[in-house]
């Protein structure tokens, strides 16, 4: 095909798979032969849309091997790390901490929305240290998102359960009892 397929289908060049195919789409529904009985013009136009639709599919699908990964499996990943967050979320509004921390735990992708996630979940945990430690680094990642600010405000208010506790995490979480309290035996 002598033509740019992409000004065959009206889009701007380097244009998104989908961006491509909803334009093929538009212009099939104008110029297919059932719609335009007996018209030469439109039987051309409508095999120079079909080449360029064609010719845009064998590039990506060439590009997508070079690379070693297609834009389908980034685009299925994404959506599947997007539904693991979206469950983790529903979890957390459900009080399921542990469950959603489990889910949050096994996504690769450490994006600033894992970060705040986690940061709910361990706070409603009641391990607002952990807490605090995961929406700062949501916070460094996007400082301009004012619902991270918001958390981490919050969990700055309650300045004493943020900052390291002297004793040990077996003490504090056991009810052991302190050990200047127990008497020794002479």
Same mark, same amino acid.
């Given at each position: 095909?002598?033509?740019?397929?992409?000004?065959?289908?009206?889009?701007?060049?380097?244009?998104?798979?989908?961006?491509?195919?909803?334009?093929?789409?538009?212009?099939?529904?104008?110029?297919?032969?059932?719609?335009?009985?007996?018209?030469?013009?439109?039987?051309?136009?409508?095999?120079?849309?079909?080449?360029?639709?064609?010719?845009?599919?064998?590039?990506?699908?060439?590009?997508?091997?070079?690379?070693?990964?297609?834009?389908?499996?980034?685009?299925?990943?994404?959506?599947?790390?997007?539904?693991?967050?979206?469950?983790?979320?529903?979890?957390?509004?459900?009080?399921?901490? !542990?469950?959603?921390?489990? #889910?949050?735990? @096994? &996504?690769?992708? /450490?994006? $600033?929305?894992?970060?705040?996630? +986690?940061?709910?979940?361990?706070?409603?945990?009641?391990?607002?240290?952990?807490?605090?430690?995961?929406?700062?680094?949501?916070?460094?990642?996007?400082?301009?998102? !004012?619902?991270?600010?918001? #958390?981490?405000? @919050? &969990?700055?208010? /309650?300045? $004493?359960?943020?900052?390291?506790? +002297?004793?040990?995490?077996?003490?504090?979480?056991?009810?052991?009892?302190?050990?200047?309290?127990?008497?020794?035996?002479?």
């Amino acid at each position: 095909m002598s033509k740019n397929p992409y000004r065959v289908l009206g889009v701007t060049e380097g244009a998104s798979f989908e961006e491509c195919t909803k334009a093929y789409k538009k212009l099939a529904k104008e110029y297919h032969p059932d719609l335009n009985p007996n018209d030469a013009a439109a039987d051309k136009k409508m095999a120079e849309i079909n080449a360029a639709y064609e010719a845009i599919k064998k590039s990506g699908a060439k590009a997508a091997r070079n690379k070693g990964n297609n834009d389908y499996q980034e685009a299925t990943q994404s959506d599947e790390e997007k539904a693991h967050l979206n469950a983790a979320a529903q979890l957390i509004r459900n009080r399921q901490f !542990a469950q959603a921390l489990n #889910i949050l735990s @096994r &996504l690769e992708n /450490r994006t $600033a929305e894992l970060y705040c996630l +986690a940061a709910l979940a361990n706070e409603g945990a009641g391990r607002d240290r952990q807490a605090f430690v995961n929406i700062q680094e949501a916070c460094a990642m996007e400082p301009e998102n !004012a619902e991270y600010k918001k #958390i981490y405000n @919050r &969990l700055v208010e /309650r300045g $004493a359960d943020i900052r390291p506790r +002297a004793r040990s995490v077996y003490y504090d979480d056991y009810n052991a009892p302190d050990p200047s309290q127990i008497k020794r035996r002479k």
